[in-house]
């Protein structure tokens, strides 16, 4: 894994850990989390660390974000099929989240 | 090979998850994405199409889950049978799917579609996305078979083999109920709207 992927995954990751963390439900936390996980099985589980410095934004920010983060793992190498995966998870976790 | 048409599988299904407006996309009403226009009718044959193409993905799916272990058993003691859960319930992941495909497959009222209607290039991106999607899974299911050296016939399989195509099995069907839970949406929008 190259460096630069390695940052972009760890800002997926914490970009997923940040709204599982500010979720309103358990539902929907536990929603945003089975989408960490499977970011994680892609990547057979080499998980680099979660930043909570830069996650101080609301939710729909963060969603935002999460979005375009888990997309920009295309660049990397990232199965296609994976990232739409990843992105159907993450918008049905914010359906249950009440938006 | 397998290896190109499973990969054009996986391409044209994170296509049709990335597309959005899926009835405006069939020609439907609405701020149009497309140049063209269609009729209810044209509208419900496009539909039966895509259902036969879908049919055609879910019917390698099966055929996969099977090939990578035909003769499923697991050697782990099974738990005294719960009378409040449902027996499928106590099965390990592999043949549940299987169960499961197998159920799906055949409670489905879809038609395969025929050589000509998959051969047949299509002038609607989604429905053509679909296509592609149908043949390549028709392709993919013929190196299943068997019959000759070199293909993936059942029990032929290293056990990575099997791993990578039950990865792949899961990931089409996670998919197709992506996509089945979106255009369920879509028509449930539609109907509200007209």
Redesign the interface.
């Known amino acids: 894994m190259t460096p630069a992927h390695e940052l972009a995954l760890a800002e997926v990751r914490t970009y997923l850990a940040a709204l599982a963390d500010q979720a309103a439900t358990t539902k929907a936390a536990s929603s945003y989390e089975h989408a960490l996980l499977a970011v994680d099985n892609v990547h057979g589980d080499i998980t680099p660390a979660v930043d909570r410095a830069c996650v101080q934004v609301g939710a729909s920010a963060l969603f935002e974000r999460a979005t375009s983060a888990v997309e920009s793992l295309a660049v990397h190498g990232v199965d296609e099929l994976q990232i739409e995966l990843v992105l159907a998870m993450l918008s049905d976790a914010r359906g249950s989240d009440g938006a | 090979m397998y290896g190109e048409s499973g990969a054009s599988m996986?391409?044209e299904?994170?296509g049709l998850?990335?597309t959005e407006r899926v009835s405006q996309r069939l020609g439907g009403p609405g701020r149009h994405p497309s140049s063209f226009r269609t009729t209810d009718d044209e509208r419900a044959s496009l539909g039966l199409l895509i259902r036969g193409y879908r049919q055609s993905v879910l019917v390698w799916c099966l055929e996969a889950a099977t090939a990578a272990d035909p003769y499923v058993e697991t050697s782990i003691a099974r738990a005294e049978p719960n009378p409040f859960k449902r027996a499928d319930r106590d099965l390990s992941p592999l043949p549940a799917l299987q169960t499961a495909l197998e159920r799906a497959t055949r409670s489905s009222t879809a038609v395969l579609p025929n050589l000509e209607q998959l051969t047949t290039r299509s002038d609607v991106p989604l429905v053509e996305a679909w296509r592609q999607a149908a043949r390549a899974a028709v392709m993919a299911e013929r190196d299943l078979d068997g019959s000759e050296v070199g293909q993936l016939g059942q029990g032929q399989l290293t056990l990575r083999q099997a791993q990578t195509l039950v990865a792949d099995v899961s990931?089409?069907c996670?998919?197709l109920i992506?996509l089945d839970r979106r255009y369920g949406r879509a028509s449930s929008r539609l109907a509200v709207d007209t």
Do not use: D, F, S, W
């Open positions: 996986r391409q299904l994170a998850l990335r990931a089409i996670q998919a992506v």
